[in-house]
T-cell receptor, first 114, second 114 residues
Framework: AQSVTQPDIHITVSEGASLELRCNYSYGATPYLFWYVQSPGQGLQLLLKYFSGDTLVQGIKGFEAEFKRSQSSFNLRKPSVHWSDAAEYFCAVGLTSGTYKYIFGTGTRLKVLA | NAGVTQTPKFRVLKTGQSMTLLCAQDMNHEYMYWYRQDPGMGLRLIHYSVGEGTTAKGEVPDGYNVSRLKKQNFLLGLESAAPSQTSVYFC?????????????FGQGTRLTVV
């Protein structure tokens, strides 16, 4: 069955430090992969997505993610975290068999220390 | 630039009461979705619609009904609310079924059933 795993429920980093949020997926075909961010009281906003081609994708707000097929991973990174990055981050797989749907991970809540 | 608007933003229901959540989008999108978000479980698809007058079940449809009488509106109904339906509900819309275009999410409705 298709699934998305985000092993870290909470992560705390200091402002200015680097960040890596982990995401592993299980899907038989080449996946469509997404990272969304949810700021407090807000809806989900798309950070970046991967369909094909270059396995390192750039997104908004200085985020990037790398697709590694051999590890079934799509980890999100940022070289220097800002206090405004504190939010919850969701990794998702897009299913293309049948009707297009998203399968979301359980989310990682990021806390940024000043 | 309203995007996706959910009404209401907060609601408290007593067990057994009914209510309807409204999702309205002004982007002329064909596809609309209702998700629920629960701690530690990410977002799960309740129902979705591929166009005006059509609806389909998602992962967790039990206890919910939906209608898409107008293209811009997607209603989620709870006929007899249960405490297990306490959750944050998100609506989303997208212009087509594929993932080449972005899905837009509303700000969520926090529902508590007591």
């Amino acid at each position: 069955a298709q699934s998305v795993t985000q092993p870290d429920i909470h992560i705390t980093v200091s402002e200015g430090a680097s960040l890596e949020l982990r995401c592993n997926y299980s899907y038989g075909a080449t996946p469509y992969l997404f990272w969304y961010v949810q700021s407090p009281g807000q809806g989900l906003q798309l950070l970046l997505k991967y369909f094909s081609g270059d396995t390192l994708v750039q997104g908004i707000k200085g985020f990037e993610a790398e697709f590694k097929r051999s590890q079934s991973s799509f980890n999100l990174r940022k070289p220097s975290v800002h206090w405004s990055d504190a939010a919850e981050y969701f990794c998702a797989v897009g299913l293309t068999s049948g009707t297009y749907k998203y399968i979301f991970g359980t989310g990682t809540r990021l806390k940024v220390l000043a | 630039n309203a995007g996706v608007t959910q009404t209401p933003k907060f609601r408290v229901l007593k067990t057994g009461q009914s209510m309807t959540l409204l999702c309205a989008q002004d982007m002329n999108h064909e596809y609309m979705y209702w998700y629920r978000q629960d701690p530690g479980m990410g977002l799960r698809l309740i129902h979705y619609s591929v166009g005006e007058g059509t609806t389909a079940k998602g992962e967790v449809p039990d206890g919910y009904n939906v209608s898409r009488l107008k293209k811009q509106n997607f209603l989620l109904g709870l006929e007899s609310a249960a405490p297990s339906q306490t959750s944050v509900y998100f609506c989303a819309s997208s212009p087509d079924p594929g993932f080449d275009t972005e899905a837009f999410f509303g700000q969520g409705t926090r529902l508590t059933v007591v």
